[in-house]
């Protein structure tokens, strides 16, 4: 009897322990994410004016802004997205709609999957050795394809998800009255996943705007207002990478506003693509 | 009557084109989806022949010994890459031993503790930490972790081991703050978020029956995770951290801010070192010489193989538990 009821207590006991270490488990990967983002909006805020919008990256130990490295992040994630979210939907759509049950499907799938998480580094070597080599010369347009790599896998993903969650019976009753099978997918298949498609870009748009190693060595950077594509040109991430590590102060500090602009941009865009899918999942 | 016969054969034959005409432009759209799927595979198989191809003059100058030797001389062109290798390795070691622990534990809480109007903001939080550019975790690493690290733990934990043989070397040397340990806690940081969302993911899959029925025979909450959810999500748990695993080994721009690019292996985990991606981000563009830069490429080839082996059997693992939740 004492030892049923002792036993009782240790287990409720050993319950408790690991609860509790659950709970703190939380609490501290939580503490980290408001540790990062409140030194973010401290470091960051401080140097938030308007000239960091209107003025081009200062030479050391001067004041200036970020207006050409955000040009420059802007111009080649527009190209990057422009080029890759055609290739990513058609895939996609051959995945789920074409190629549903084939095996080039699941091939791709395993495949697209893998790009999905490789590092980007890598693909900014392969962009290298693909156009700047042969190129002779960092430009714009290599630090978009690298981006434009990047963007693709998520679009597929998306893409494919989406298009599956779209009932078969919708594209039956298309098919029934003699739509061929590009017009079904065109007209009810899309705009049936629209929500959702349009959410894997906003997806894609957060994580490229982000992303430093592969423009490392494709753009490069630029310390001038530059809008030619065929030469090197300067992005925020690159810039905040090069600010950063300086010893200068007030380059430091622009890589600080630098920093948490890009991040209140990654995170609105998340947030507003979460709350597209978000909505119809409540539904 | 003989006006309708007389139309018939040009209805049909506009029919008849309109059928051709639809079978024509769904070849093209066909053809056209089935092209970008198999760009996809392009892409991979292309990645992988131009790092061969750009890692070749090194590969041929330094043969097998470009994996063992650990000098890195750029002046005398004598590169090995067993240092970045330590590195990559150690780092992304140090960073899934603290990672998974605690990325199971905000699973566990999420899933079974955590009241209901809590978990979905909770939840997305940890999502969003996942969404933070790399770049954010590496300029925080070098200006609030590293000094915070220099100035109170490590000089702490250097005191506390100092006579302690074996222990003394892991942690000895001065405390410069940055080094092995604290690219360790950023990866971890980094990777945190995907072990949570994929643990929590896989812990959803657990049938309530299940463990509804350890419930009732009067399991505490610790022993249904333990006897219960974990044996039968084993397999994901296993391909999540092998994903987080694959990022922790590629991740470039956190870990080039706080490694401090040294080409050395220290046992001290203080001490600085280099990882493959920090070596190439830090070098590429500064290569003089074939060489150095097909060395750095070379480097670029071991990581890509690597991690496309560690995430192949992740995404193995997690199709395994996708097959038998569709079944």
Known sequence: MSTAASLHQSRKRKNGVMMALCVIAACIGLAWLALILGALLYKGLAGVSLSVFTEMTPPPGDAGGLLNAIYGSIVMTIIGIIVGTPIGVLAGTYMAEYGRFSKLTTVVRFINDILLSAPSIIIGLFVYELMVRPMGHFSAIAGAVALAILVIPVVVRTTEDMLNLVPNALREAGTAIGAPRWVVIRSVAYRAALSGIVTGILLAIARISGETAPLLFTALNNQFWSSNLNAPMASLPVTIFQFALSPYEEWQQLAWTGALIITLTVLALSIFARSLTGRREDK | ?327
């Open chain 2, 1 to 327: 009557m003989s006006a309708v016969q007389e139309a018939l054969p040009a209805v049909r034959s506009s029919r008849d084109a309109t059928v051709r005409r639809f079978a024509l432009t769904d070849a093209i759209f066909h053809a056209t989806t089935r092209a970008a799927a198999i760009l996809v595979l392009v892409l991979l198989g292309g990645v992988a022949i131009s790092l061969f191809a750009g890692s070749w003059q090194a590969l041929s100058t330094f043969g097998f010994s470009f994996l063992t030797s650990e000098s890195w001389n750029p002046v005398t062109e004598k590169f090995g890459a067993l240092a970045p290798i330590y590195g990559t390795i150690i780092t992304s070691a140090i960073a899934i031993l603290i990672a998974v622990p605690l990325g199971i534990g905000i699973a566990i809480f999420l899933t079974e503790l955590c009241p209901r109007p809590l978990r979905r903001p909770i939840g997305m939080a940890v999502e969003l930490l996942a969404g933070i550019p790399s770049i954010i975790y590496g300029i925080w690493g070098l200006f609030v972790l590293a000094p915070f690290l220099q100035t109170t733990v490590q000089p702490f934990i250097i005191s506390v081991f100092h006579g302690i043989p074996g222990l003394n070397s892991l942690f000895a040397g001065p405390p410069y703050g940055i080094g092995l340990l604290t690219s360790a806690m950023i990866l971890a940081i980094m990777i945190l978020p995907f072990i949570t969302s994929i643990t929590k993911d896989v812990f959803d899959t657990v049938p309530s029956v299940l463990k509804e029925s350890a419930y009732g025979i009067g399991c505490t909450t610790w022993e249904v995770t333990r006897r219960v959810v974990i044996p039968y999500t084993r397999i994901g748990i296993m391909g999540g951290v092998m994903l987080a695993l694959g990022r922790a080994l590629g991740e470039t721009m956190a870990v080039t801010f706080v490694i401090g690019n040294a080409h050395r292996i220290s046992t001290s985990l203080f001490a600085p070192a280099t990882t493959i991606s920090a070596t190439i981000a830090n070098e590429f563009t500064e290569a003089v010489g074939d060489l150095y830069t097909s060395s750095l490429v070379a480097l670029g080839l071991i990581l890509f193989v690597i991690t496309f082996l560690i995430l192949a059997i992740a995404r193995y693992m997690l199709m395994r538990i996708d097959a038998r939740t569709g079944a």
